[in-house]
């Protein structure tokens, strides 16, 4: 059984048009993270969920904003997409920021496409 | 510099050849390291921990050189189902433990 669920897999948006991806989890984990990943890079943490904090990475474009609505449910709104927006948007969640990396779980990711 | 660094390849061996992985982290108060797989246009997965005094899992080693801020990874009698890309992964010292991935090694395995 998935644990970590992204919708949609795919989602095609217009330049400029506001778009929401989702990600929810069965884990009642505590921490909850957006990744960027485009194509042959490293995926790039956005910020993360602490519990209700929110912790943005400082070179995150204003571009991008999270909500996260209560523990089982995260959402990445990207206000303005641009063509260089165009990525797999991955979703993780670990128990406690404390938890080393096999406490992490992914999603199947979001691939963007931005037209 | 980038925090994590890999050779991304493509490396194209045959079923049944031995094949390494290096990696280089710039940050040397990281603490934990791994070793991440990805499939094509799917989320990576965890493979295997690293850690100092090398561990072992299958076919699979992976070794950490604190001093020279290296990791490996060796992979031996490689199957077709090892094609892959594969992620160097650092936890940098201080604060919260996100990870920090490198861009990937691919390895294609052909029959």
């Known amino acids: 059984d998935a644990m970590v669920i992204q919708n949609p897999r795919y989602q095609v948006t217009q330049f400029g048009k506001p778009v929401t991806l989702s990600c929810s989890q069965t884990?009642?984990?505590?921490?909850m993270y957006w990744y960027q990943q485009k194509s042959s890079q490293a995926p790039k943490l956005l910020f993360h969920y602490y519990d209700k904090d929110f912790n943005n990475e400082a070179d995150t474009p204003d571009n991008f904003q999270s909500r996260r609505p209560n523990t089982s449910f995260c959402f990445l709104d990207i206000r303005s997409p641009g063509l260089g927006d165009a990525a797999m948007y991955l979703c993780a969640t670990s128990r406690d920021r404390g938890e080393v990396g096999y406490g992490y779980t992914f999603g199947s990711g979001t691939r963007l496409t931005v037209v | 510099r980038k925090e994590v660094e890999q050779d991304p390849g493509p490396f194209n061996v045959p079923e049944g050849a031995t094949v390494a992985f290096n990696c280089t982290y710039s940050?040397?108060?990281?603490?934990?390291f791994f070793w991440y797989r990805q499939d094509c246009r799917k989320e990576p997965k965890l493979l295997m921990s690293v850690y100092s005094s090398g561990n072992e899992d299958g076919r699979f080693t992976a070794q950490l050189n604190r001093a020279s801020q290296y990791i490996s990874l060796l992979i031996r009698d490689s199957k077709l189902s090892d094609s892959a890309t594969y992620l160097c992964v650092v936890i940098p010292s201080g604060g919260y433990n996100k990870l920090i991935f490198g861009a990937g090694t691919r390895l294609a395995v052909h029959p």
């Open positions: 940050n040397s108060a990281s603490q934990s």
């Open positions: 884990l009642n984990h505590n921490v």
